[in-house]
C-alpha cells in the first residue's frame, strides 16, 4: 500500500464510527461499458469516441483513452458515454486491475469491465474517490467468487456504505488527499532516476 493510501485509509477508518454512512447506489447512477465487435472494422475506425480498456485504469486520473470507438461502434455496443468527473472501477483484469479506482477527466465510453459511478449533488466526487481508492484491499474481498479469478458487478458497488458529511466537507477532505497524492507523485519522479542508478 503506498504511503497516500494508508494515510487516507487510517483517516476513513477513524471517521467511519462517526459519519453518518450512505449506501452509494442510493446516491448515485451505477452504469457499465461494452467493446464493440473487433470483427467490423467500421466499428473501430474512424477513431471517433474515447474508449477505455480496464487496463488503463491504473493511471487514477484519465486525460485521455489509448483507443478510440467510432460512433457507429458506439450505437451497435453497450458502451455507453461517462459523464466528466465519474468515479471508475474495474470490475474485473489482470493482476491487480481488478478493485482499482480512477476518476475520468474528460467524457468516455469504457468497456464492460468497468463500472463508471456517476453521483449526485450530495457527493464529492474526489471524497468518494479518496475513500474507495483507500478500501482497495477490501474492494478485492467483495469480490464475487473465489481466489484471484473473482469479479466485482454492479450489486456489490451499489452496496458499499460511504461515509457522509456536509459537502463543504467533504470538498476540503478530498482535495487534501488529491494534493497529497500529486505531492508524493512528483517526489517519486524526482528521486526515481536516483534509484536506478544506483541499483
Not at 28 to 37: A, E, F, K, L, Q
Not at 88 to 112: F, M, P
Not at 156 to 172: A, G, N
Request: hydrophobic share 30%.
Amino acid at each position: 500500500m503506498k504511503a497516500d493510501d494508508c494515510v487516507s485509509a487510517f483517516f476513513f477508518c477513524f471517521h467511519t464510527n462517526t459519519w453518518e454512512q450512505r449506501k452509494l447506489g442510493e446516491y448515485s447512477v451505477i452504469i457499465t461499458g461494452g467493446t464493440p465487435s473487433t470483427r467490423i472494422l467500421e466499428y473501430w475506425s474512424p477513431k471517433e469516441i474515447p474508449w477505455m480498456s480496464s487496463g488503463e485504469i491504473n493511471k487514477k486520473r484519465i486525460s485521455k483513452t489509448e483507443d478510440r470507438i467510432s460512433k457507429l461502434g458506439l450505437e451497435q455496443s453497450s458502451a455507453r458515454w461517462v459523464k466528466k468527473n465519474s468515479i471508475l472501477i474495474a470490475l474485473a483484469g489482470q493482476g491487480k486491475t481488478r478493485g482499482t479506482v480512477a476518476i475520468n477527466e474528460v467524457e468516455l465510453t469504457t468497456n464492460q469491465s468497468i463500472a463508471a459511478i456517476e453521483l449526485d449533488n450530495s457527493l464529492n466526487t474526489e471524497f468518494v474517490f479518496q475513500n474507495l481508492d483507500s478500501r482497495y484491499d477490501e474492494l478485492r474481498k467483495e469480490s464475487s467468487g473465489d481466489g484471484t479469478r473473482g469479479g466485482l458487478n454492479k450489486k456489490i458497488i451499489s452496496d458499499l456504505y460511504i461515509p457522509y458529511t456536509e459537502y463543504k466537507e467533504q470538498d476540503v477532505i478530498g482535495h487534501f488527499f488529491k494534493k497529497l497524492d500529486n505531492l508524493i507523485t512528483l517526489h517519486q519522479r524526482k528521486y526515481s532516476p536516483i534509484f536506478h542508478n544506483t541499483g
